[in-house]
């Protein structure tokens, strides 16, 4: 038995309960009712600001640990954070720099460069240049 699909819904049984246009959803009296139900003015307050989310302090898990750590905390303390890790930042970059020059002078690929590299952020660690 075959199914055909006519304007009006499916032959086969199955209708549709839809009688009206798609253009319109609410029509007559009940878009009076709706219309007079929704308020004309709409009053708006000052816009509350969110408070920011504080994040906890990420505390340096190398603080206090290692021969230099105090030596370098210290210092921290003398020339302030920021150009602490100016100075930091510098050093490591000088450091990368000499091991880069070290593994072109012995043929090592970037690979094992790269191995150095973590290596000396290693043995930072341990030192307490990290700190």
Known sequence: MA???????FQGGLGTCFHGSWGTSVVGEDYAMLAKSVPN??????????Q???K???KNINEGK???????VVTRQIIGKKRFNQLRGKAIALHSQVITE?????G???KQRQGLIRLAKKNGERLGFLA
Do not use: E, N, Q, Y
Request: one cysteine or more.
């Open 66 to 72: 290692g021969l230099f750590a105090p030596i370098v």
């Open 41 to 50: 003015h709409v009053r708006v307050g000052k816009p509350v600001r969110a």
């Open 102 to 106: 070290f593994c072109k002078s012995i």
């Open 56 to 58: 906890p302090m990420m």
């Open 3 to 9: 199914t055909s699909i006519s304007a009006t819904g």
């Open 52 to 54: 920011p989310i504080m």
């Open 108 to 110: 090592a690929d970037a």
